[in-house]
């Protein structure tokens, strides 16, 4: 607004009145009611480089309030989903709780069967007791994110309520490109255009220094002086002038200011490339992230239905051969494991779409 309103003309009133005596004279008395006026002729462009140089300024600083939003709605998706991923880590390790007691028991009646000793019953203590640690532990982070989530939204320390993971639905497939033209949509991309814009105009800016500058002023009112007494009405005062100012030499400052600014716009085309360098290297590592993510989890998949079967066969032999129940337990460890596994998979999936989003700069309503 400033920089547009430079373009009006700069009114002023300036009244004054004057009383003098020399020498134990009469006093002359005389005053003036003027109002003067000046307005600079935008021929060659300095006013229309600073406003168009602050029009990009402002659109830099909303560019910077949507990377704001962005990166704040990306931290939060982040940290919910992270929530789901410790509430599942939980259960799962609940259960992996419950096996080891049930090993420790397994192991317990082995040694007084004599066919285990007491090594080996104090290591799956130690190991049931490593879990029970993890659970204390899980519980804490749950608690600390709930905490984390709750600030970030502006709320008080609370509950934070929620679903499951395994419920959580995200799309199918990807594109396996993005358009450049998507990219403009990121909000450092943005600045740093802006940026570059406001650099460009700064150097018209200060190529227009070495230009003559125009102004016309003019001052009117009423006024009498030349007598030494008031009468009023005064006479009128009337007054029009016309400046034209070019600069001979002024110690060289213009020259270096527009070498300034000339390197200064070369510096933002250099930080304008790179945005848009780095603004693909991250859309890349999303995709790929999500799309690895998806591969672990097929694989996953697969591991996981196999070790079911095996939990089911080694139940069987137990039934009706000669397969201890400690066979058993262990072949569950291992499924409880996989389980883990496929759901730190499910979270990277999770997570690469979120780094899509804010590599692409977000929403924009």
Do not use: C
């Not at 006026?37 to 462009?45: L, N």
């Not at 317990?108 to 190991?127: F, I, R």
């Not at 450092?188 to 650099?199: F, G, I, K, N």
């Not at 304008?272 to 999303?286: D, R, T």
């Amino acid at each position: 607004m400033t920089s547009r309103l430079a373009y009006l003309p700069a009114l002023n009133l300036t009244p004054q009145g004057t009383i003098s005596s020399f020498d134990g004279s009469k006093a002359s008395k005389s005053y003036q009611l003027a109002a003067s006026a000046s307005w600079e002729i935008d021929i060659f462009g300095r006013l229309t480089n600073a406003k168009r140089s602050a029009q990009a300024a402002l659109e830099q600083t909303k560019s910077y309030k949507q990377a704001v939003r962005t990166q704040l709605i990306a931290t939060i998706a982040n940290s919910y989903y992270t929530l789901l991923l410790l509430d599942k880590q939980f259960v799962i390790s609940e259960r992996t709780a419950s096996l080891w007691k049930e090993n420790v028991q397994a192991m317990q009646a082995l040694k007084k069967a004599g066919l285990t000793d007491e090594a080996a019953v104090a290591q799956s203590e130690a190991n049931r007791l490593t879990v029970e640690a993890s659970l204390r532990s899980l519980r804490w982070q749950i608690n600390e994110m709930e905490n984390s989530l709750s600030n970030l939204l502006g709320e008080a320390p609370a509950p934070v309520e929620r679903g499951s993971i395994d419920r959580q639905e995200f799309p199918e497939t990807l594109s396996t490109g993005v358009p450049l033209a998507l990219l403009g949509n990121r909000p450092d991309v943005r600045q740093a255009e802006y940026s570059l814009a406001q650099a460009f105009y700064a150097t018209n800016g200060a190529r227009s220094a070495f230009y003559p500058n125009i102004t016309l002023s003019g001052v009117a009112g009423w006024t009498n002086a030349g007598t030494g007494t008031i009468i009023n009405p005064g006479g009128m005062l009337l007054q029009a002038i016309g400046s034209l100012t070019q600069p001979l030499f002024n110690k060289g400052a213009n020259i270096a200011q527009l070498r300034i600014a000339k390197a200064q716009q070369e510096e933002a085309s250099l930080a304008f490339q790179q945005s848009l360098l780095n603004a693909g290297s991250e859309v890349n590592n999303a995709l790929v992230q999500w799309q690895t993510a998806r591969e672990r989890i097929t694989l996953a998949d697969g591991q996981i239905a196999a070790l079911q079967t095996a939990v089911r066969s080694t139940q069987l032999l137990m039934d009706h051969g000669n397969t201890t129940y400690l066979e058993v337990l262990t072949a569950q460890q291992g499924l409880l494991q996989a389980e883990l596994s496929q759901v730190a998979d499910r979270f990277d999936e999770i997570q690469g779409v979120i780094n899509l989003y804010h590599a692409l700069g977000g929403g924009q309503e």
